[in-house]
């Protein structure tokens, strides 16, 4: 970016008394907090209806757990409103990964078969794919999609691996890593063609930052979602959508007495789990809702991403000492950016995690560094409590530093 481009910043958000949109959460004011789309943040008013909800469960503990079913029911039917489903087809799980391995327990053996992954999949329910595919004596195959394949090119990519001995396809719908989409929508058409093929869709970051992720995806196979990110719920709030033959063979990881219920209900009942978080969900969601209106958030969100990318990536030395480009992703999402790194730093899934770490620690910021392809980028997932200053702080004051970082990591390395 030359010193004679202006980047504009959007306004930032308030609350309805004026005060800012982050007087809302509980956020530590001394950590810069860049990172929404790991772990979400919970506004006040959904943790003080937890909260109020614990004290209830600790109250009269058996009332509670003899009521309890009956509560989750009416929080699915609210939530399957918030994604546009129907809550018939909507079960609640602890999240996108045990929704993951929901699926896969359900799966009929397919000895010798093979599982498509991509490359871009999240490393806890790829890991899951492997274990299963080991149960079957099979193998997963990654297709390869480069970072910056248009919705075409990652279409041809995925389905040059799937033939006749793939009985399961699992891909993402926004990736984590990468920040991307995939044309889900595309491949589960082209795979409800095939016969015997199932499609496991991992939305993990899809409620909340896609008004309808199941919109347009017909093939009646299972995806979850986590209402805790761009949602944000309690922690512990997933969805798990069904609406294909596969819903009947879908039981929860734990047997308990709603086991002998139909699909979705004998999900509503799991031991002794806390329930709390998933009954206080759909405050959040009614919360963003009324206070600014979830199309208007999602705006503001993808302008604060695109705002933050082009400061921090004009803050960072690029290999010829100008600014850093912008990432091709192929297929962007809202509310979220790449942005490269310095050579050297988050080479490796380990490496980035420990970059982050140590950002934490030394930097006090919270923010995502991820890995592909040998690559080290800075993911950058805002919401609304963010502000154009939290991006200008990042590139004023921890730029500097990383890029001494990547200064030692090359030294170190030659």
Not at 12 to 31: F, V, Y
Not at 246 to 251: A, G, M, Q, T, Y
Not at 323 to 350: F, H, N, Q
Request: contains cysteine; negative net charge; hydrophobic residues 45%.
């Amino acid at each position: 970016m030359s010193e004679t481009q202006v980047v504009t910043a959007p306004r930032p958000l308030t609350l309805d008394d004026g005060r800012p949109a982050a007087a809302a959460w509980s956020l530590d004011p001394g950590m810069l907090h860049l990172n929404h789309g790991s772990f979400g943040a919970v506004p006040l008013v959904a943790q003080r209806r937890q909260n109020e909800l614990r004290a209830e469960m600790e109250g009269a503990p058996v009332v509670w757990f003899r009521d309890l079913t009956e509560r989750i029911a009416a929080t699915r039917t609210e939530i399957a409103e918030h994604l546009r489903v129907d809550a018939a087809d909507l079960a609640l799980v602890p999240n996108a990964s045990a929704g993951a391995s929901v699926v896969y327990a359900a799966l009929a053996a397919h000895p010798g078969k093979d599982i498509v992954v991509t490359d871009h999949g999240y490393g806890a329910v790829t890991m899951g794919a492997e274990r299963l595919a080991r149960r079957w004596g099979g193998r997963v195959r990654t297709a390869r999609v480069p970072l910056a394949a248009d919705a075409d090119q990652a279409y041809r990519a995925v389905m040059s691996e799937v033939d006749d001995r793939c009985a399961l396809v699992v891909l993402d719908q926004i990736t984590s890593a990468t920040a991307r989409r995939l044309p889900v929508e595309r491949i589960a058409a082209e795979l409800a063609r095939h016969d015997g093929i199932t499609l496991l869709v991992d939305g993990a970051h899809a409620p909340g930052l896609l008004p309808a992720p199941l919109e347009g995806l017909e093939c009646g196979d299972a995806w979850v979602g986590n209402l805790h990110k761009w949602g944000c719920a309690p922690r512990g709030t997933a969805a798990l959508v069904a609406r294909g033959p596969l819903r009947e063979h879908l039981h929860p990881l734990i047997d308990s007495w709603s086991a002998a219920e139909p699909f979705p209900n004998r999900f509503d009942q799991q031991g002794t789990l806390d329930a709390t978080g998933p009954l206080a969900a759909p405050v959040a969601l009614e919360f963003v809702g009324r206070t600014w209106g979830w199309e208007s958030a999602r705006s503001y969100m993808d302008e604060l991403a695109d705002y933050g990318a082009r400061v921090i990536g004009a803050a960072f030395a690029g290999p010829a000492g100008g600014a850093v480009e912008s990432v091709d992703v192929g297929m962007p999402v809202p509310g979220m950016r790449l942005v490269r790194i310095p050579e050297g730093l988050g080479t490796t899934r380990l490496a980035a995690d420990a970059l982050r770490d140590r950002a934490t620690v030394e930097l006090g910021v919270e923010c995502a560094f991820t890995s592909f392809g040998g690559v080290g980028y800075l993911r950058l997932s805002a919401h609304v409590y963010n502000t154009p200053d939290d991006y200008d702080r990042f590139a004023r004051t921890c730029v500097p530093v990383l890029e001494d970082w990547g200064r030692e990591a090359r030294r170190a390395r030659a």
